[in-house]
């Protein structure tokens, strides 16, 4: 117990350190403050605010469960968005971080008697390296797939579980579990139901039949789901925003050829490939079976989430590979340094952390952390608009203005050229009447001012400065024809959704 008072200091003082790091630095604060990471607050201030619970135009993966169900709760509790912020990032990193220790222990992957030891321990590990990579640290905001992968290694225990004791409402919780992850993010089938699968026919030979006829039923039914909830009055999902040309494989020689191996090798990670390579067919002929099973599913959640990414960039014809759709690959890297860590001798285990050590040194000296000056600019912006709530600004500049305000100001998404930005956003607050439109002012940052001025007619009445954020004032009156060509752009945009 003595002990554990140690670990809990130790795990307050970090948090609060951590914390203050997150939001007070960049580049840290751009990935929990931008507008895609607070695509959930954006929705909870506008039905809180105006009851605009009908036509969103939603995420892909929507992200029902577990990040808006997460964020709700945390909004009951307080409006405060830096508030909700916080919390989130630390549920997060604490839930993955117990889901890890409940996995390691029981898989006897890592070897300890204090399991408090062994979370602490992970949960300051896990947080800091994600200090150390800043580029990491969006991870862990919403809708960047990061529930999927928690719940993919929650299920495999729940599957475990159920297998080993046949109990009916673990049966149950992990159904209901599985159709709310599977329905809120596609991913999960990459991160945790095709490896399962997969493991469990490897290492349950008895019940294969079953294993199969099982996950077959669950899968089936949750594209059922999906299929029936993409769209109603309330939410649009645009599951094909993006299009992958698979017959004209000709074009993809290009990639080949115009760029160099090197480039190619670093842009697809294939160093971490090779390395994770190694690896594993170290760790795999030096575990025993049933430590075998659960580290064979980390495996192949890795390499499942690896390659299915690359062939889909490939034939998107880019040339690199994205991290936020990397998690389980990242993941699988990760767990096995820590376990080839805990099952080394002292001298291995010293070479290694030293060496570790020193790489964390060498990043965070040489990564580009600031002071940030988001705040002072936020509430610049917040004075300077008074008791205007309502205007207009660029998607990338808007929401971190509303969730500073805590929905105080509310501004309407548009693109740079004035168009209404349809991306995680309602078309209601762009109907006529709606008090939204209400414009008074326009956010100038990444706008273009040929078009402003074309629409608003003319030059400003007045001009406020807050750093690199210009806020032009017009009367209510210039932004009517404006309104009018955003209202018959709802209309199309209903009319093509089947919402007449």
Request: a positive charge; charged letters at 15%.
């Given at each position: ?244 040309d698979f017959i004209n494989f000709l074009e993809l020689k290009y ?246």
């Amino acid at each position: 117990m003595k002990n554990n008072r140690f670990y809990i200091f130790g795990i307050f003082l970090w948090i609060v350190l951590y914390s203050y790091v997150l939001f007070q630095f960049e580049p840290y604060l751009s990935y929990f403050f931008h507008s895609d990471t607070l695509y959930s607050i954006n929705i909870l201030q506008s039905i809180h605010n105006f009851g605009d619970y009908k036509n969103w135009s939603i995420a892909p993966a929507p992200y029902f469960f577990y990040d808006f169900f997460l964020y709700l709760i945390l909004f009951i509790i307080s409006k405060n968005s830096i508030f909700i912020s916080v919390c989130y990032v630390w549920i997060q990193f604490g839930f993955i971080s117990f889901l890890l220790q409940k996995f390691l222990l029981k898989s006897e992957l890592v070897l300890s008697n204090n399991q408090f030891k062994v979370f602490s321990l992970l949960l300051f590990i896990i947080s800091f390296l994600f200090l150390i990579f800043p580029e990491f640290n969006f991870l862990v905001t919403p809708v960047h797939h990061f529930s999927a992968y928690t719940i993919s290694i929650l299920l495999f225990l729940f599957l475990n579980s159920i297998n080993e004791s046949k109990n009916r409402l673990m049966t149950f919780t992990f159904f209901i579990v599985f159709l709310l992850t599977a329905i809120s993010d596609s991913l999960f089938f990459v991160f945790g139901v095709m490896p399962a699968i997969i493991t469990f026919l490897m290492f349950d030979h008895s019940n294969k039949r079953k294993i199969l006829l099982f996950s077959f039923s669950l899968i089936v039914l949750s594209f059922y789901i999906m299929n029936k909830i993409k769209s109603n009055s309330f939410f649009i999902i645009p599951t094909h925003y993006i299009k992958i040309d698979f017959i004209n494989f000709l074009e993809l020689k290009y990639i080949f050829t115009d760029h160099s191996l090197f480039q190619l090798l670093i842009n697809f990670k294939i160093h971490y490939l090779l390395f994770s390579f190694f690896i594993a067919y170290y760790l795999l002929n030096k575990l025993q079976t049933e430590s075998k099973k659960y580290y064979f599913f980390l495996m192949i959640s890795g390499f499942i989430n690896y390659f299915i990414i690359l062939f889909y960039f490939i034939f998107r014809r880019e040339i690199f590979l994205m991290d936020r759709y990397l998690i389980g690959f990242y993941s699988f890297i990760f767990l096995s340094i820590l376990i080839l860590i805990n099952r080394s001798n002292r001298t291995l285990k010293i070479l290694i952390l030293s060496l570790l050590f020193i790489f964390a040194g060498y990043k965070l000296v040489h990564s580009e952390i600031k002071k940030t000056n988001t705040w002072d600019k936020l509430s610049c912006i917040e004075k300077a608009l008074g008791e205007k709530r309502f205007g207009l600004g660029m998607f990338w500049k808007t929401r971190p203005v509303l969730a500073s305000s805590n929905g105080k100001i509310l501004p309407n998404d548009v693109f740079q050229n004035l168009e209404i930005a349809y991306w995680l956003n309602s078309m209601s607050i762009y109907e006529k009447n709606h008090p939204r439109t209400e414009y008074e002012w326009i956010l100038m940052e990444g706008m273009d001012e040929t078009q402003v001025k074309k629409w608003l007619g003319g030059d400003p009445t007045n001009i406020q400065n807050c750093n690199e954020s210009v806020i032009w004032f017009y009367p209510k009156e210039s932004f009517d024809e404006l309104k009018k060509h955003h209202f018959e752009q709802i209309i199309l945009w209903k009319k093509f959704t089947g919402r007449n």
